[in-house]
Every structure is written in structure tokens, then in C-alpha cells.
């Protein structure tokens, strides 16, 4: 599959038809993904800054950001729409218990209490930490915030987030002559800026549960 994957990359088709097709499956891949967070769309994002650096046109990187952003506000927002039809419900819905599955209790009681200090601009924050972002949300659900008022931290962060995954795609297509090179590079360090939280929460984790051993 990766093999499959590298040899599209290689053989990319004009810049014509690179835009008619790209430009529509970044904002579909991006508003899904932020719809249903499994979609890796930091990377995916990251792959379109790559392609539309070596490109001629000038405008193909600004596109590439308002589309990304565009996309990632909309997933954002019907999630949030959702998830408020199961905090409305008394018999709750799928996706407020699917949002609560991916959250624990302790990341949650986190959320909740940077969302009492900080209030909206820990928005911000929560898209570009990832796995953030879920437990934020989960947060502003369960405090009532108003979808207007969700609306208003979440495009910054949308915006933040773009140009953020963004900056390390052209950091990938400037250190490549070769745009297939520069995807695989991006894709790379996007996987690895992901890993990094993750593991970190296992070390503190694993600490924190040493610590219990000894005290007892």
C-alpha cells in the first residue's frame, strides 16, 4: 500500500488537474476527519501544503490554508451540533457517547478546569495539541456553551491549526527537489509531532503509578 501510495506521489498529473481534483479532496478529507476523528488530517494537510509549494501558481498555498481551515471549522462545528442534541437529550445520542469513549476521566477533568481559567481561547490550545482537541469539546458540551460562542474560539483555533500543519508541509517541500520526497517528509514529521503527546502522557503515566507503589 505504501508502495502504491509513493509511486501516485511520483507520477503527479498537471497542475490543472492537480487543483480540480486536490482542492475538493482536501476539504472533504479535512471536514471528515474533524467530523470523525480518525482521518489523519494534520498529515493530509501537510501533503497539500507540500504539493502546492512546488507548484507554479502563487496562489496554491493560500487555497490550500482557507480550504484546510474552511473544512476543519465546518467538521468542528456539526460535531459540536451533534454532541449538543445529547446533552439536550435525556437519553443522550451515539455521538455524545462516542466523544465520551475517546476521553478519559482524567484528561476530561483537565479540559473542564483550563476551560473554567481560560475559557474560549483554550480552543486555541486544544486543536494544536494533538488528541486535544476531543477533550475540549467534551468540556464546552457538558458546560453549555452556546454553538455561537463555540463558533467564535474555534475558527482561530481552525486558523491556528491550518497554518500551523501547513508551515511543516513547506518546510517538507523546501528541503526536497521533489514533491513525492517533501510529502513523505511531511507525512513523517506530522505522525511524529502526534506520537510525541502520547507518549509522554504514557511516561507520566508510568511515574505516577511508581510513585503509588512506593507510597503504599
Given at each position: 500500500m505504501t508502495g502504491g501510495l509513493l509511486a501516485a506521489v511520483r507520477d503527479l498529473p498537471p497542475e490543472s488537474t492537480q487543483q480540480a481534483v486536490g482542492y475538493p479532496s482536501l476539504f472533504l478529507l479535512?471536514?471528515?476527519?474533524?467530523?470523525?476523528?480518525v482521518v489523519p488530517t494534520g498529515a493530509i494537510v501537510s501533503s497539500a501544503a507540500v504539493v502546492a509549494?512546488?507548484?507554479s501558481s502563487p496562489f496554491s498555498l493560500l487555497f490550500v490554508f482557507l480550504l484546510a481551515s474552511a473544512a476543519a471549522l465546518?467538521?468542528?462545528?456539526?460535531?459540536?451540533?451533534?454532541?449538543?442534541?445529547?446533552?439536550r437529550s435525556r437519553n443522550g445520542s451515539r455521538w455524545?457517547?462516542?466523544?465520551?469513549?475517546r476521553v478519559t476521566p482524567d484528561r476530561l477533568a483537565q479540559a473542564q478546569e483550563r476551560l473554567d481559567s481560560h475559557q474560549v481561547s483554550v480552543l486555541v490550545l486544544s486543536r494544536l495539541v494533538p488528541a486535544g482537541r476531543i477533550p475540549v469539546m467534551l468540556a464546552c458540551l457538558l458546560a453549555r456553551m452556546p454553538l455561537r460562542r463555540f463558533a467564535r474560539g474555534d475558527a482561530a483555533?481552525?486558523?491556528?491549526?491550518?497554518?500551523?500543519?501547513?508551515?511543516?508541509?513547506?518546510l517538507g517541500g523546501s528541503l526536497f527537489p521533489e514533491p513525492w520526497q517533501g510529502v513523505v517528509a511531511a507525512v513523517g514529521l506530522t505522525?511524529?509531532?502526534?506520537?510525541?503527546?502520547?507518549?509522554?502522557?504514557?511516561?507520566?503515566?508510568?511515574?505516577?503509578?511508581?510513585?503509588?507503589?512506593?507510597?503504599?
Open positions: 479535512v471536514a471528515l476527519g474533524a467530523l470523525v476523528p509549494f512546488h507548484q465546518l467538521g468542528d462545528l456539526a460535531l459540536y451540533w451533534l454532541g449538543q442534541r445529547g446533552v455524545l457517547a462516542a466523544l465520551r469513549g483555533a481552525c486558523l491556528a491549526w491550518a497554518a500551523t500543519y501547513q508551515l511543516i508541509g513547506v505522525l511524529l509531532v502526534g506520537a510525541v503527546p502520547a507518549l509522554w502522557r504514557r511516561i507520566r503515566g508510568g511515574g505516577r503509578e511508581a510513585l503509588r507503589h512506593e507510597d503504599a
